[in-house]
């Protein structure tokens, strides 16, 4: 069947994953129009949705106790619980770190292993499972090692200075500012590709881990520093799993609240969280320590429809609301930069100004990120200006959440089915000295799945974030207004938007990427 496609994949001595272009798949543009098709259905039925049912945003009773079998809530509820399943994570973090700073810098196990599997799995991880990550970090476990001692924690014998934080910095802006630095870093110096580098920067993080943990209360370092924990916090807002209290009335009339205050062989909530009141995933860790510390075992973990904590616009905070700007900005970033026409803009860049590499990509980055971010702050304030709504653009940001994991899902699936097979000759060979322990020197890297599988796959979770963040801007613009013509434009003026990234979602599926992995 002639029009499959064909060497669509990143061979050994290119750097282009084929196709060349759209034209290269028969049926390219019946499949684009389709979709956007859809895309246009789906924000004509919300659109009549928002004018024909009042706005009454509840929580779904739809809800699933995780912790229903006995034998899975004897286990949470083990005094070891969270030391044993960081135990392996960390185990292997500590072996990714040795094989990134003894081993050759090009060819050993971390750069390869950080950014090909766990940068790429960790989105999948937080779509399906919320915070899974946090609950496993081995940065906090070494953290928890060295304020708590070994095994477990006993809070009386912690070696933290529990200095306040300070208030100005109690906020995501730290966060956001690492994210931005990590993707210059990673993307200007190549830093995917360099194991030596990417082992500094996981020292530099369990350093840091470590170090807030022992000079300030709790985990600053989660709530306010952790990159990871913030993007995976707005993201976990769609999962299907939470963390929730059983019975609001067992929780109203206990006095002693021991989620927040600890017992003897338990933490309070370390990110500063009230479980008892928690109504969204943003900043729960699932460390699920006040499952433990509950003497009325009224906390659970639970399994919930997609989407819920985004449909209330009662969560909505500024600073991450800005966070939402950055996370949406930079995941598209990180497309465009892996296409053709990126070289040539910095080409452009390079001759005009007589500059080095790193030198172009920062003025072009900049000059990207300043411009979408003005743009769209821009057209949400001014929009929320014209409707009278003055909180609007704070409130209806978090509608483009969805729209970015669907995307980031997209363009994820591309390095997890693609390139995370060309892990395997690392893996035989970890520290890049010609080692051969498992046999596979003659190994060649092929695909997981085919092409055209994978092409439906993108198409089909960029279309569900576009569905998702339709149906939350539907949700918001209801609670944010009541006059029919202040509903109306506020819901065209972000479905353009929606619209227009969904498009270029789909543009970027049908173009030629340079992979990560090139030069591995």
Known sequence: MTFWLRSMFLQIDVRWCLPSSSEDIKFAGFEQFAVILFFLLVGIFFYRKIHSVNPSITQSPNRIDLLQNHYVKKLVNWRYFSFSIRLLPAILFVFVLITGIYGRKYTSLAAGFTWLFWWTILIFFVAFF????????????????FEFGWLHKLKK???SLNLKFPKSLANVYPAMAFFI??????LGFDITRNSYLTAILGFIMVGAAILFALIYEKRVFCRYICLVGRISGLYAQISPIELRKKDDDVCRTCKTKECITGTDTTTPCPTFEKPFKLSQNTYCTLCTECIRSCQKDNLTLKARPLGIDLASIKNSRKDEAILAYVILILTFFHGITMTKIWYDWMAQ??????LDHIGSFTILMLLLLTFSFFFL???GMLVSNYTCSKKAETHLVYAFIPITLGYHLGHNSMHLFVETAY????????????WNLFGLSQYMPKP?????VLRYLQLTVVSIGFYYSVKVLGQRVQQISTQVRSKTILFYTYFALLLAFGILAIWFIYQPMIMKSTGL
């Open 157 to 159: 014998k912690t070696l």
């Open 377 to 379: 702050k821009g057209v």
């Open 423 to 434: 892990l395997v000759p690392v893996i035989n060979d970890p520290m890049g000295y010609g």
């Open 349 to 354: 860049i390079t001759q005009i100004f007589h």
């Open 181 to 186: 630095i990590l993707t210059w870093l990673e």
């Open 130 to 145: 919320g915070k899974i990550f946090c609950a496993v970090c081995p940065w906090d476990f070494f953290a928890n090692l």
């Open 448 to 452: 997981f799945i085919n092409p055209d």
